[in-house]
């Protein structure tokens, strides 16, 4: 088959060094705890199979998935790392045993009848366990302590850590983070003494993994912003470079684009680029309902979006640029070092992760690696 990804309307550059060096700045933050990783959803859109080797490289030990078949695809790109650890955050499901126990995978088990099923299915491995202290998601609840069922789990398969999630750590100062605190503090009390996780990217940046085991972040490895307000500490790891198909002119009050929602304010130039909603490209960053519009980056300068987003293309207002920076062949910008992550995301009234984990699979996808390569 002939390959026609250099055809593609948009390369997809993945930097691994860029992982690696967000990966090292956490260790820094969550120190004297071990810093494990979040590598669901494809790594958080990023690729699996590249981001956890390099992960590893950098000296993880310890990764979460949400799902069996992740986990999986985790420990198949660790075989150089026969010693670390892979945990299944979604919790377990009945008849899995045999598929974790081959592929050295141990569930985050989250309910008594998780718990039950996983004993009865012959419980090999060091499971972690998850307690909700106000996240009400997934977790035991206080009153499930007292079974004789955490009692049977404590002797046939010691938890590796007990968990937690915390729901509002973006949030710097929010009470329902003290209130956590406090709620797993209790529940620890009331177990014997396991190692403890709880910090997600916000809680680690926030010092809450300090005093735990094990932090595990998964925005902030990738470069999205993980605390709400103040600058963002990581570098950003995906780019897209987009082509230009055709440049236009555009009369004063002319439209552009479905539904005719901008009308051009003056005569204007206007760059029609290769990538849509069908590439993850929301279309509710379009604009309008009160929210900034998206831009796009040229030479370094902001380029702001033109009526929708539709399936496959986007247009730009390029009036103000040299029409050589704008021209057909020539790529932009869409996401980088002057458009982040959580720009696109507050375009379209979202957020960063969202963004990463819908990037599509129509782009030409380059990984690189600034630690390796020159
Ligand atoms: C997704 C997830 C994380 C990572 O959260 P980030 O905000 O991406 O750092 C940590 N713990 C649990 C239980 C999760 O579901």
């Not at 005093?211 to 790891?237: F, Q, S």
Request: proline share 6%.
């Amino acid at each position: 088959m002939v390959d026609t990804s250099s055809f593609a309307g948009a390369t997809l550059t993945i930097d691994l060094g860029a992982i690696k060096r967000n990966y090292r700045r956490l260790t820094e933050m969550a120190a004297p705890a071990e810093t494990g990783v979040v590598v669901k959803a494809n790594a958080y859109g990023c690729g699996i199979s590249d981001v956890v080797p390099a992960l590893a490289e950098a000296g993880a030990q310890t990764f979460f998935t949400a799902l069996l078949d992740e986990a999986i695809a985790a420990r198949t790109a660790l075989t150089a790392w026969p010693n670390a650890r892979v945990f299944v955050l979604n919790g377990y499901q009945p008849g899995a045993a045999s598929v974790m126990a081959s592929h050295d995978i141990a569930p985050v088990l989250g309910s008594l009848s998780e718990i039950a099923a996983w004993l009865a299915d012959g419980a090999q491995g060091a499971p972690a366990l998850h307690v909700d202290t106000g996240m009400s998601r997934l977790g035991l609840e206080t009153g499930d302590l007292g079974s004789d069922l955490i009692d049977r789990l404590m002797t046939q398969s010691p938890p590796a850590y007990l968990m937690t999630h915390m729901a509002c750590a973006d949030t710097p100062d929010h009470p329902k983070t003290f209130e956590q605190l406090v709620a797993f503090a209790a529940l620890r009390k009331r177990l014997p003494n396991l190692p403890t996780t709880l910090a997600n990217s916000a809680a680690t940046i926030a010092g809450l993994a300090k005093d735990t085991d094990l932090a595990r972040p998964g925005i902030a490895l990738y470069g999205g912003r993980a605390v709400n307000d103040g600058p963002n500490p990581m570098e950003p790891v995906v780019r897209i470079d987009a082509r230009v198909l055709q440049t236009r002119t555009v009369k004063q009050g002319e439209t552009v684009g479905y539904g005719a929602i901008w009308k051009a304010p003056r005569d204007s130039r206007v760059a029609i680029v290769a990538v849509g909603y069908a590439d993850g490209y929301l279309r509710a960053g379009s604009g309008g309902h009160g929210r900034p519009t998206g831009f796009a980056a040229i030479k370094h300068t902001r380029v702001p979006l033109v009526g929708r987003v539709s399936m496959d293309l986007i247009a730009l207002d390029v009036t103000d640029f040299a029409p050589e920076d704008a021209a057909p062949g020539k790529t932009v910008e869409l996401l980088g070092s002057h458009v982040t992550v959580d720009d696109v995301a507050d375009a379209a009234g979202t957020i960063g992760y969202e963004v990463l984990t819908n990037l599509g699979k129509r782009y030409e996808r380059i990984v690189i690696d600034t630690e390796k390569d020159t």
